[in-house]
């Protein structure tokens, strides 16, 4: 059986690991952060070491128990940690690359109960060289395309449609899909489009764009 002390020095391996983990996404100001990932991290470090425990333990009693049972639950059950870390914003999804660190954080921690120290030191490595070093190279050298959502509510007349795609076309913007509603009493046309386009470009063109055109009661992007 492995020993308390043993459990202690694999509870602290795995606290650091995670914290190290979790202090990256900290950083760059996810939900799930450094105390989350330090959390899990022990959490499934402690799993597996009980596992373990409870199988040679009443292994007289139930001779073919399996000493990953426990642990093994840790894996599907991290999936409500992940989903919660991902967020909706318009219509942008945020949070997938923290719910994977989350899911890969728990699989070190089931690693350091089962005393596998370098693999789980390595898999930790990995990991922050990807979240680190990747993104270093991803905002440097990979254009980055984002959705944006823009609502325009204006006069309702003749053309109106026409001269918001006319505009949107001029300012280089790629439309991913487009809808309309109308309201008869007050005459009034709002018009939502999604559009396709580079993060870090700004939105005064367009802003300025949609000003001039006429009739325009009010607009939102999102």
Do not use: C
Not at 25 to 40: S, V
Not at 98 to 123: E, K, N, P, Q, R
Request: hydrophobic share 50%; charged share 15%; net charge neutral.
């Amino acid at each position: 059986m492995i020993s308390e002390l043993e459990i202690g020095l694999r509870l602290l391996v795995a606290a650091v690991l995670g914290a190290a983990v979790g202090l990256e996404r900290e950083r760059q100001g996810q939900p799930a952060g450094l105390r989350t990932h330090t959390i899990l991290a022990i959490g499934s470090t402690l799993a597996m070491t009980l596992s373990i425990n409870l199988a040679m333990q009443f292994q007289p009693m139930v001779p073919n128990g399996d000493p990953a049972r426990l642990a093994a639950q840790v894996v599907s059950g991290i999936g409500f940690l992940g989903a919660g870390a991902i967020l909706r914003y318009g219509t942008s999804i945020k949070g997938l690359t923290t719910a994977t660190s989350l899911w890969t954080i728990a699989i070190v921690g089931l690693a350091v109960g089962a005393g596998h120290y370098f693999s789980a030191g390595a898999a930790t490595a990995l990991m922050l060289i990807i979240l680190i070093l990747l993104n270093i190279i991803e905002k440097k050298f990979i254009r980055t395309y984002t959705t944006v959502s823009l609502t325009i509510e204006a006069r309702d007349r003749v053309g109106i449609m026409d001269e918001v795609k006319a505009m949107l076309k001029q300012e280089g913007k790629h439309v991913i899909s487009t809808s309309i509603s109308k309201d008869l009493e007050r005459q009034l046309i709002s018009i939502t489009v999604v559009l396709k386009t580079l993060e870090e470009e700004p939105m005064e063109s367009l802003i300025a764009g949609i000003s001039i055109l006429e009739g325009i009661r009010s607009f939102r992007m999102n």
